[in-house]
């Protein structure tokens, strides 16, 4: 895996570097509203925001960086963020915050697109699978490490905000001096949702909730954490722990899902998130309750690639590429409207209301899994595609999955 790293170490560090700085900002943000008064609700509908932005770049950018290519949108999206950053130090006001908000998520859109394809171009053969391995410890070690600069006087000073601007700002650095050659941008338009649910209906109605779940959990888990009364540093703690666990736990769940029946495991996933996330609405998350954010953050998380999964299994190899940009479509759009259906919650039923509306989204997955499991067709798992990990970013992401020297990619071997 090391020399399979070693020519796009580069690009490699400019997302640890750039999610060191902006993995945080959703966390920090609400925070910051909380600590001035502002509404649950208010807050969620500022994380949509972003969310929004981050569907709509993921659609849009590519165009951008057709025109101008990879360094120079990497350059542009990547400045404006460190600028749009700092303008949070300056005003409060909600709805500037909200078009802010908006703004970024477009910006951080335009840097996973740039970085992904430019990984896809340079990986080969054998080396996808390490590529992608290394992109993903080093996007979720940057966002887990950067929720505790939260402690770096998190509740009223800029100086968090000034530490993420200078190291967003240090992530053009690694781009502009490489001397790698900028790939072509291959678009490929998704599959139509109706086209997936036909396909695979468990994988379409996973990725909706979990992007709902972990849309709401992003933008509303400091908010369930302050309004519990912990602390800053304990804040960026039970953040931190939900991300590490997501990254833990992937890897075996999705080698058990290449043994065993997929939708088994699925179901056996979404039943981990609901328990874990029905006692969190009973335990302050501190100490042991650390325990269940960390076993939560690790089911929530596996959910989308082993949805992904599920849905390449039952698809011709020449479909998945678009599959996963329908899936992450659909991703985007559970997550943008998360905030608002978690802050509607917190405000009827308290903080606790978070995660038990989270048990009730896993609990509807697993029912539906269940049903699945009798209504549907087992695929063997000799016949599966092997389980990768994939961050639920762009729909580039999954031409990683994809090796275009393997004879099954046109579609003409499938068992």
């Not at 849309?215 to 991300?243: H, K, N, R, W």
């Not at 985007?332 to 978690?342: E, F, H, K, Q, Y």
């Not at 798992?381 to 990768?388: A, K």
């Amino acid at each position: 895996m090391i020399s399979a790293l070693a020519p796009v170490r580069t690009l490699l560090t400019a997302i640890f570097l750039f999610m060191l700085g902006a993995g945080f900002l959703t966390t920090l943000i609400s925070v910051r509203l909380q600590a001035s008064g502002t509404s649950p609700v208010l807050i969620g509908v500022i994380a949509t925001g972003y969310f929004a932005g981050l569907a709509a770049g993921a659609l849009r950018i590519g165009r951008l960086v057709e025109r101008i290519g990879h360094i120079r949108t990497f350059s542009v999206v990547v400045s404006l963020l460190s600028a749009s950053t700092l303008v949070y130090t300056l005003t409060e006001q909600p709805l500037l915050w909200l078009a802010l908000r908006f703004v970024d998520g477009c910006c951080v859109a335009g840097v996973y697109v740039c970085l992904e394809s430019w990984l896809n171009d340079q990986a080969e053969g054998p080396s996808r699978g390490g590529v992608l391995a290394g992109y993903m410890i080093a996007l979720y070690l940057g966002q887990g490490g950067g929720q505790q600069l939260l402690n770096v006087a998190g509740s009223t000073s800029s100086l968090p905000f000034i530490l993420a601007s200078l190291l967003i700002s240090l992530a053009v650095l690694p781009v502009a001096l490489t001397r790698m050659n900028t790939p072509t941008l291959a678009t490929t338009a998704p599959l139509s949702v109706r086209r997936l649910y036909s396909t695979s209906p468990l994988a379409i109605i996973g990725v909706a909730l979990t992007g709902i779940m972990l849309g709401a959990f992003y933008g509303l888990g400091p908010v369930y954490a302050g309004e519990l009364g912990l602390s800053v540093a304990d804040t960026a703690g039970f953040m931190t722990i939900v991300i590490l666990g997501g990254v833990a736990l992937q890897w075996p769940l999705g080698r058990l899902s290449d043994r065993f029946d997929r939708r088994t495991v699925i179901v056996g996933t979404t039943a981990g998130a609901a328990i874990s996330a029905f006692a969190l609405s009973l335990l302050t998350p501190i100490g042991a309750g650390l325990i269940l954010a960390g076993l939560f953050g690790g089911a929530s998380f596996a959910l989308y690639p082993l949805c992904i999964a599920h849905a390449n299994d039952q698809l011709m190899p020449k479909d998945r590429i678009s599959a996963t940009g329908g899936l992450v479509f659909v991703y985007s759009v559970g997550a943008a409207t998360g905030p608002l259906i978690g802050s509607s919650v917190m405000v009827a039923l308290g903080p606790p209301g978070l995660f038990q509306v989270f048990a009730v989204l896993a609990g509807g997955v697993f029912l539906f899994g269940m049903w699945r499991r009798w209504a549907g067709d087992v695929v063997p798992p000799e016949n599966q595609r092997s389980y990768q990990v994939l961050p639920r970013t762009t729909p580039i992401s999954g031409e990683l999955l994809e090796d275009p020297a393997d004879p099954q990619a046109d579609g003409r071997t499938f068992h």
